[in-house]
């Protein structure tokens, strides 16, 4: 039988993990002593500063995994009462197709520390608007003796910022 390659597309979603699936991979990373880093975020609309941030991220590690919030976590988040702008799969499509992104797992809780519990992260990134005692999920890399990077934003890019731009005309 004949093995057609996967296009385009296929392997853009064949990035975009759920749990059962996001274990057998990080285990088969750890197998070829991979470097995993972890970060997350709504990424509502991507952005010059979103592709900074991220591919700054990926130079922590070999393998990228991006925790994406969930359409309910969004909400619960406050970020306003129009977000997210684009819908939970539509922000892991889009993420999961840049090329130094190695996985998207979606999640739904306030903060991605069972998620960080999971996968044992390498390397936990998050933006430098943190302290390191305030990323969900520090502790847990930190005990394993990872590191927790920031990352400074690029200034002038915000989502918010887009998004009030574009309703002001």
């Not at 591919?55 to 977000?83: E, F, H, Q, W, Y």
């Amino acid at each position: 039988m004949k093995v057609l390659p996967l296009t385009q597309l296929e392997l853009i979603r064949s990035k975009i993990l759920n749990r059962d699936l996001l274990k057998n991979q990080v285990y088969s990373w750890r197998f070829k002593s991979e470097k995993i880093v972890f970060t997350n975020g709504c990424f509502d609309l991507l952005h010059q500063g979103h592709i900074d941030y991220l591919s700054k991220a990926a130079d922590c590690g070999t393998m990228l995994l991006v925790g994406i919030n969930s359409d309910d976590s969004v909400r619960r988040l406050a970020k306003g009462p129009s977000r997210p702008l684009q819908d939970e799969y539509s922000r892991a499509l889009i993420i999961a197709s840049l090329h130094f992104v190695s996985g998207v797992i979606v999640f739904d809780e306030d903060t991605p520390y069972n998620l960080i519990n999971l996968i044992q992260p390498d390397v936990l990134v998050k933006g430098s608007d943190y302290r390191v005692e305030q990323i969900a999920g520090h502790d847990l890399v930190l005990a394993k003796g990872g590191a927790v990077k920031l990352i400074d934003f690029l200034e002038g890019y915000s989502t918010s910022g887009i998004e009030k731009k574009i309703r002001q005309g």
